[in-house]
Each structure stands twice: as C-alpha cells, then as structure tokens.
C-alpha cells in the first residue's frame, strides 16, 4: 500500500522493500475524515500530516500532536505523509506512534474479512513490525482528546533539527497516572505507566521504571548516551506535562 510515500519511497530506493503490486490509497473515497468519535479524534488514513498539524482545532484537542508534529522531519514531508502511514510504518523512533501510545490511542484495521480495532499498548510488537496482519489496512486511527485534568508534554534528542529521534518521550500527565511513552531507546515505542506526580513525589518509582529499559546502542549513538539523556529528560518532562494540567 502506497500512501504519502514518504517511507515506503526511500525503501523502494533502496530495494529494501520489492512489492509485485502497489496500490496507491491516496484516492480511496471516505478515507480523508477528521472527526470526533466517542472521546476520540478519528484520523482516516489519506489525511495526511500537515493537515492535522494545521487543523484550527489541533491545539485544544490533542495538545500532545499540536507539540509534537514540528518534530517529525520537514514541513514538505509532513505535507506528503500521512498520520496512518506513519503508525503502520511504526518506526521505533517515529513521534505520531508515541503520541498515540502515551495518550492510549487505537488503530482501526479494515480488511475484507471486517473490521478489528487494536489498542496502541498492543499495536507495536518490534522495529518496523505490527500486529497488523499482510491483508488489513488502516482505516483510521483514534487518538483520545484532551479532558479537564490532563497535561501534556514532548521532548526529543535529536542529531539534526528534522531527523529521527535518538530520544524522544511524550508525556501524558493525568490525574491517576502518568504515562511516559519512550521512542528511539528500543526495538519499538515503550509505555511506562507511574503513579501521578512521579518525577517530584516518586522519583524512585521512575528511576525503577527507567531501569528496566535496556537502550540500544548503534552509530549515532552508544547505549550510555541514550540512557543519560533518558534519566536527565523523562523527570523534567513530566513535571512539564504536570505543570500544564487544567
Ligand atoms: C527525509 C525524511 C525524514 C523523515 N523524518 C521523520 C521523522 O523525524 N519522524 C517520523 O516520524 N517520520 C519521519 N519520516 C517519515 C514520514 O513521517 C513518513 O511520512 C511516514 O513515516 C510514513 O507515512 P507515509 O504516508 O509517507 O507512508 P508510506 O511511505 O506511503 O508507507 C509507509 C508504510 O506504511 C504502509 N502503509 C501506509 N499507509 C497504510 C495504511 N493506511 N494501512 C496499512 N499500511 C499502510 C505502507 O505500505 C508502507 O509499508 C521522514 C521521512 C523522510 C523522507
């Protein structure tokens, strides 16, 4: 399936990827909808990136997405990728995955056999791999909106400005927990779920928590520097998400 092209292009460059047959979705009929559902912002799969970024509502509905799409490569990408298209690419340290992960997202698959929905907790299984089966496609996917109590934070390491993460953490700060989701450390996107108030009350509930990542090392980074940049960020991002709940 062919969407923005954005990742699937560079891997048919590169002859990573050798499909007999694309299909290009970008002119499916019903699939371009932003709408609220049920507590959810249902994002269909051709909308692509800069559509959602500049979407008036963005900010007051989802504070995390509004934060973070600056971050995801550059502005001419995100006017030719698609929000879907990322989520089903599931680069371990792509930030719409995160977002959907840390704020407890859903992916909805279509397939001629029906629908299913996945929770994002179980939608990521490994680098570049879902739980997706080969004959289902995105339909949409369903990021829970902001309620009165919630505060939100994003941060991310980087090499260049508009390159994936080395480190990236999206906060969601709410009044029963604190949910930390963690991309680029290892093989996928990691949810850490700590009581409220973790980095200022608890540190020791996130210093356990973050002891129990075992970050990855490769040529733009040794392992050690992913774990200090976790340690040094994660409690300053969530006494951020902290101090903007409403
Ligand atoms: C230079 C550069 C820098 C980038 N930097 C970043 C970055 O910093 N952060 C980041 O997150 N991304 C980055 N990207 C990737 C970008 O966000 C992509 O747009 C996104 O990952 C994929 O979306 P797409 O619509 O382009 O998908 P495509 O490239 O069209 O498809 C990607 C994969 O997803 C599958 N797919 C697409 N849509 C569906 C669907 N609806 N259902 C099932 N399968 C589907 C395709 O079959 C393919 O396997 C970068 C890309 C480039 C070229």
Redesign the pocket.
């Known amino acids: 399936?062919?969407?923005?092209?954005?990742?699937?292009?560079?891997m048919l460059n590169m002859r990573l990827a050798r499909p007999q047959l694309l299909i290009d979705?970008m002119r499916l009929p019903g699939l371009g909808e932003i709408r609220r559902e049920d507590g959810s912002l249902v994002v269909g799969?051709v909308v692509r990136?800069a559509a959602l970024e500049t979407w008036a509502e963005l900010p007051g509905t989802l504070p995390l997405l509004a934060r973070l799409f600056p971050?995801?490569?550059h502005w001419q990408?995100r006017c030719?990728?698609?929000v879907?298209?990322?989520i089903?690419?599931a680069?371990p340290a792509?930030?719409?995955p995160l977002a959907l992960l840390a704020l407890g997202g859903t992916v909805r698959l279509a397939s001629r056999r029906g629908r299913r929905e996945i929770p994002a907790e179980q939608f990521f299984l490994g680098p570049m791999l879902t739980a997706?089966r080969d004959d289902e496609?995105?339909e949409a996917v369903l990021f829970p909106v902001h309620r009165p109590g919630f505060g939100y934070a994003f941060r991310e390491v980087a090499r260049r400005d508009?390159?994936?993460a080395l480190v990236a953490l999206a906060v969601v700060a709410g009044p029963d927990c604190v949910r930390l989701a963690v991309g680029g450390v290892e093989d996928r996107p990691l949810l850490l779920t700590l009581p409220p108030a973790t980095a200022r009350a608890h540190p020791e509930a996130l210093a356990a928590a973050l002891a129990g990542l075992a970050p990855r090392g490769d040529p733009h980074a040794p392992a050690s520097y992913r774990e200090a940049v976790l340690r040094a960020l994660a409690p300053r991002i969530i006494a951020e998400a902290h101090a903007c709940r409403d």
């Open positions: 399936m062919l969407a923005g092209g954005q990742s699937l292009l560079p979705i799969a990136q971050h995801i490569a990408i030719r990728g698609t879907c298209g990322s089903a690419h680069d792509a930030e719409l997706r496609m995105i508009g390159d994936f």
